[in-house]
């Protein structure tokens, strides 16, 4: 890393985004500006499965292990899973949401017609990671993924995937990540039948060319269980982080005992496709403030724009001014201390607020503002009406 940039730690507490305690190692104690950017994500993420036809669900921490042996993930996780005994039956934390997703899935008879059925879940997952590889954001115990489940035909496959590769490439561009895609086969230990796989190859294959994005293929080295798309993408300080994945899975289907009746009558298993795009937030977010260096796009700042008031005769203009920005959702503060102009412009700046808002005598009798940008750019004088228009409007583009 280049010796001017810092790292998320070291950002996380200059920002007060977030800490970390020896009572709760691997887990991260979010403060309110980091849990800000948190849910801002998570609420794009939301809004983006509502119109994409999913389902949000919502399923318990602590599973019982005859869960997990049923779904076959305990004879390869057990290690990595955190066990406790409760009133003489063996629970674990769930490292993953899947079996639970089932579950839900296996509520109801489904038919033909219900599919793709999407079922999105933040659960929040634990994995025993041993205490000397834990680091930062990078490497947790305890973490959420924008973790979904789709339930499908095998015919859904490849249009299921076409969806969700554009799905991913546009998200990924939101933050000027550029993104660049891996098709993983079959392994030498595999299960299932081959000619499924193949099929199943060949559907990820077509969905990669249609979809025109770039993308290689790394052989061999799909899941157990089914091929798989990676998806890797490169920050601004040109490294590669893989944060998606688009596994196709034939065999949980099978351990799960799901089904769907057919149109012609008779039970069938879905396929499912688990797919994450930002994977674990906790890793997303601290990729995020290192390839910002802190300073976040508008949408994401925790605080949008800061009022500097000249002296206290402006305070409760400011005040006023505070409450009706934030009464429009959007994310405003006002730094009020007895402190020269110069300083409170510093402090703002190293807190890399978005926009900067200075509010002296004449500002107050022309309901006006006079606006700045983090990098020093002076704006000039803006109409509050004005400011109110060019906050919102930037923000719903996402700039
Ligand atoms: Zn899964």
Redesign the pocket.
């Known amino acids: 890393m280049d010796k001017n940039l810092k790292d998320h730690r070291q950002l996380g507490q200059e920002l007060d985004l977030y800490s970390f305690h020896d009572v709760a190692p691997g887990a991260v104690f979010w403060h309110h500006n980091g849990y800000l950017i948190y849910r801002t994500i998570q609420e794009y993420l939301r809004k983006e499965l509502l119109s994409n036809g999913y389902q949000e669900i919502f399923t318990p921490v602590m599973v019982k292990n005859d869960l997990f042996k049923k779904s076959g993930h305990w004879d390869f996780y057990k290690e990595n899973m955190f066990k406790l005994e409760v009133e003489d039956q063996n629970y674990a934390l769930k490292p993953?949401?899947?079996p639970e997703?089932c579950l839900i899935y296996s509520t109801k008879v489904r038919s033909y017609h219900d599919l793709p059925i999407r079922l999105a879940d933040f659960g929040v997952l634990h994995r025993n990671e041993l205490s000397g590889v834990l680091g930062g954001l990078f490497r947790v115990r305890q973490f959420s993924i924008d973790?979904a489940?789709h339930f499908v035909k095998p015919d859904q496959i490849q249009d299921e995937i076409k969806t969700l590769l554009l799905f991913v490439e546009n998200f990924y561009k939101l933050f000027g990540f550029k993104s660049e895609f891996f098709l993983s086969t079959r392994p030498d230990k595999a299960m299932g039948d081959v000619k499924l796989w193949q099929e199943a190859e060949k559907d990820l294959e077509e969905a990669l060319k249609s979809t025109r994005v770039k993308y290689g293929i790394k052989e061999k080295d799909g899941a157990f269980y089914g091929p798989k798309i990676d998806i890797q993408i490169k920050d601004s300080q040109d490294r590669d982080w893989q944060l998606a994945t688009i596994q196709l899975d034939f065999q949980i289907p099978e351990k799960m005992q799901l089904e769907y009746i057919d149109n012609d009558g008779k039970a069938k298993r879905p396929v499912?496709i688990?797919r994450a795009i930002t994977g674990s937030l906790e890793r997303f977010i601290g990729i995020l403030v290192e390839h910002f260096q802190g300073a976040f796009p508008l949408w994401l700042a925790p605080v949008q724009i800061m009022l500097l008031t000249i002296n206290e005769e402006q305070e409760k203009y400011t005040l006023e001014l505070v409450k009706k920005l934030n009464d429009l959702g959007i994310r405003a503060e006002a730094d009020l201390r007895n402190e020269s102009l110069g300083a409170k412009i510093r402090n703002a700046t190293l807190q890399k607020v978005p926009f900067l808002g200075i509010i002296g005598k004449l500002e107050m009798e022309n309901e006006s503002i006079s606006l700045r940008l983090r990098d020093g750019k002076d704006l000039g004088k803006i109409k509050i009406p004005d400011l109110i228009e060019k906050l919102k409007q930037e923000i719903d583009k996402k700039i």
Do not use: K
């Open positions: 993953m949401n899947c997703a973790d489940h499912i688990h």
